[in-house]
């Protein structure tokens, strides 16, 4: 038999409603040259599965930079934070050279009495500027989370438990303790 002539015959069987494929689940008419759907399926799983680990890949390294960038930013903001008190410090500086070189100048107690009021009160008013807020103490109820006690004296009835006196001031700065009030209390 000739090629065209078995041909002829493989599409009689085919047409004649002979299953020549042994496989149960692919119908005998279906080309065997023709891809199986699997095939199909399995090759768009594997570029998602690639298109996934890629976009992956991409968001870790992006965490990497974002995390590298935030404590290198962080560090100079460490270095820089005192950088606008040091700066409103440095007039309160230029005020007190010139009053020792007034104190070194002149023997008039009043002058040099008053110009180091004017750089005490330039101070103060500059740390105030910034957020200092001195605590108040004396007369007030001891309060162990802001006080801390250095001793107890005999103060009488009426300022039993309440501070005497202070040894050294307390300081908020934003509304937080950045040092507790050092104090006497009545006992």
Not at 23 to 46: W, Y
Not at 72 to 87: F, H, M, P, W, Y
Not at 89 to 97: E, H, P, Q
């Amino acid at each position: 038999m000739n090629k065209p002539e078995m041909q002829d015959k493989s599409m009689e069987t085919e047409n004649n409603g002979f299953n020549i494929n042994a496989d149960e689940n692919v119908d005998g008419n279906q080309h065997l040259n023709e891809p199986v759907a699997e095939e199909s399926e399995t090759e768009t799983l594997k570029e998602q599965i690639a298109q996934l680990n890629d976009k992956y890949l991409r968001q870790a390294a992006e965490f990497d930079n974002f995390r590298r960038r935030t404590a290198k930013e962080r560090v100079e903001l460490i270095q820089t934070a005192s950088k606008d008190l040091i700066k409103d410090l440095l007039d309160v500086l230029d005020d007190s050279n010139r009053a020792q070189e007034q104190l070194e100048k002149t023997d008039d107690i009043a002058q040099i009495k008053e110009g180091v009021n004017l750089v005490f009160n330039k101070f103060r008013n500059t740390l105030t500027a910034k957020g200092l807020k001195p605590m108040d103490a004396v007369g007030t109820e001891f309060d162990p989370d802001l006080h801390d006690a250095v001793t107890e004296i005999d103060a009488g009835e009426d300022m039993k438990g309440k501070v005497v006196a202070e040894v050294q001031k307390g300081y908020y700065l934003q509304d937080k303790i950045i040092r507790h009030a050092k104090v006497v209390v009545g006992r």
